[in-house]
């Protein structure tokens, strides 16, 4: 594909044309191998003017538009991620390193996305009720103008498509600020959009890192701010943003725990502990980043590291964002060790032939880590897993509250009356009962709590609705001879 190999290619996508910043660039390197694919300009607040007043503009006609009307060009856009899904697959493998396979899903979750977006017509009616004699109220739920989506690496296709098709659907104009590391896909998703008939300015690709997302903070003509990244930076986001008297909507980091009871299925439990762990080189924010033993789980430890054991990198396994994460992640796992954690399963200095230069790093299992280790209480955002061991659930559950996070928890156990415990008195967001990334799947929205989000909504789903509209209350009276009362 020639946007992903040709260097200095990406642009910024404004008022329906590609366009040159004249900012400085940044080079983008491919994880698989550690070259160089492209490069990206770090914007500049005047870059973002022009695609807000592009916005602006074109939220004049785009809002008029019946939502039914809107919903057509979403269809044609989902038709479009079908048609190219291999290419788009490939481009996600090539920017952010993870395997073709979790790219693939990817692609198919942006999908799914999309098709929910359609659905829209048939879940946003409008209320209408008599409330005194011949007076009518009603609601409507109407766009709130030109908003901005702010987002991260790890999923450089599907992530801009938790907000694209609901915020557009529902009468918006959208400023779209991908992750610098990964701009690649978020340019391809544009010139779908332009294909699919999206008029000019409706969508709009304005790429860079800090200095473009405090210009969005602050830029008064942008009425709402969804971001996506770590929690350091969503603080940073949802407090500048919020002084700016936008509503903002920012999710952020997370340390997942899973509870394994003595009682679990043993390979079920083994096979999704690993695979959430590991799967997209354990950079998801629904990875599994802490196992709870609760009791006698050893069986379940020894299987956890022989299916490990089984993932090559480069293969099962993709690569990590960077150089520097690779470094950052191996540091979690010597300090661990250093401190007196066992490593049962070691994926540092994991290389990949013909792919020296890439960034790897292979499953890791690490015993016998306290709640006090900087493993167990920072985010890693790599392919290990650490494990705590704990008396009872009661324990358990305790460790994982502890957690200044909240996006997941999950429970792996038999018994019904354990896992309505968890349930019931996880501080997270998703739940997982037997269920290793309990990601909610459309109509059900995601979205964490604690410092895993901030701000009310979901960022998906029906809640996803409430963030993107507000509503317009009337109220209507047209019979003057109608029983009057204290409202007529
Ligand atoms: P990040 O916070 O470094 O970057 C996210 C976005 O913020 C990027 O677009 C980046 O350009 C911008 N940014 C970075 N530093 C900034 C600063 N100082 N000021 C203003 N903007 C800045 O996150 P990342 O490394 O790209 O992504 C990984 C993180 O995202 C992990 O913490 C992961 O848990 C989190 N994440 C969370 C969810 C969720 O649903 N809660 C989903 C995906 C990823």
């Keep these: 594909m020639d946007i992903a190999t040709t260097p200095n290619a990406v642009q910024n996508f404004i008022n329906g044309r590609f366009k040159t910043s004249t900012a400085e660039k940044l ?3 491919s994880p698989l191998t ?19 007043k592009a916005a602006k503009n074109a939220f004049k006609t785009w809002s008029a538009l019946t939502l039914k009307e809107r919903t057509q060009y979403l269809f044609r856009y989902r038709n479009l991620l079908i048609r190219d899904r291999d290419a788009l697959t490939e481009l996600v493998h090539l920017e952010n390193g993870k395997t073709l396979d979790e790219a693939r899903a990817e692609v198919d979750k942006s999908i799914e996305l999309c098709e929910f977006a359609c659905s829209m017509p048939q879940m946003v009616s409008y209320e209408v009720q008599e409330v005194s004699k011949g007076v009518e109220c009603r609601i409507e739920r109407k766009p709130i103008g030109v908003v901005a989506s702010i987002t991260p690496f790890n999923f450089p296709n599907m992530v801009p498509n938790w907000t694209i098709p609901n915020a557009l659907v529902l009468g918006n104009c959208m400023i779209l600020k991908p992750s610098e590391i990964v701009p690649l896909s978020a340019i391809r998703l544009a010139e779908l959009l332009k294909e699919a008939g999206v008029p000019d300015g409706v969508f709009n690709v304005v790429n860079g890192g800090r200095e473009i997302v405090e210009a969005i903070c602050d830029h008064p003509d942008i009425q709402a701010v969804s971001f996506v990244g ?5 603080k940073i986001v949802y407090q500048r943003a919020t002084a700016n008297l936008k509503r903002c909507l920012a999710l952020g980091g997370a340390k997942n725990h899973l509870i394994v009871m003595p009682d679990a299925q043993l390979e079920m439990t083994a096979s999704n502990v690993v695979a959430s762990m590991s799967g997209c080189a354990g950079q998801r924010c629904m990875a599994a980043a802490v196992m709870i033993g609760v009791d006698r ?9 022989e299916v490990a054991r089984a993932i090559r990198p480069g293969h099962e396994l993709g690569a990590v964002i960077s150089a520097e994460a690779k470094k950052r992640i191996e540091a979690y796992i010597t300090e661990a060790e250093q401190a007196g954690a066992k490593v049962l399963v070691d994926g540092r200095n994991a290389t990949v032939p013909d792919k020296e230069g890439g960034f790897y790093v292979g499953p890791t299992i690490v015993d016998y880590v306290t709640p006090d280790m900087r493993i167990a209480q920072e985010e890693v955002f790599g392919p290990v897993i650490s494990i705590i061991r704990a008396k009872n659930l009661d324990e358990a559950i305790a460790i994982e509250n502890a957690s200044p996070y909240g996006n997941a928890a999950s429970v792996f156990t038999e018994n019904g009356g354990f896992a309505k415990e ?9 739940i997982g009962v037997n269920i290793g990334v309990p990601v909610p799947r459309e109509p059900f929205p995601f979205g964490g709590w604690n410092d895993s989000k901030f701000g009310v909504c979901d960022i998906t789903g029906k809640s996803s609705i409430e963030f993107w509209t507000q509503n317009k209350k009337t109220s209507v009276k047209w019979n003057p001879e109608a029983h009057t009362n204290w409202m007529s």
Aim: net charge negative; glycine share 4%; proline share 4%.
């Design 27 to 29: 080079d983008v390197i």
């Design 34 to 52: 550690g070259s160089t694919i492209s490069a990206v300009p770090l914007s500049t607040a005047t870059d973002l003017d022009e695609a807000v």
């Design 230 to 234: 770590s929690t350091k930076v969503a």
């Design 297 to 305: 789980v050893q069986p379940i430890i020894d299987r956890m590291c």
């Design 422 to 430: 968890v349930m019931e008195r996880a501080s997270a967001g998703m």
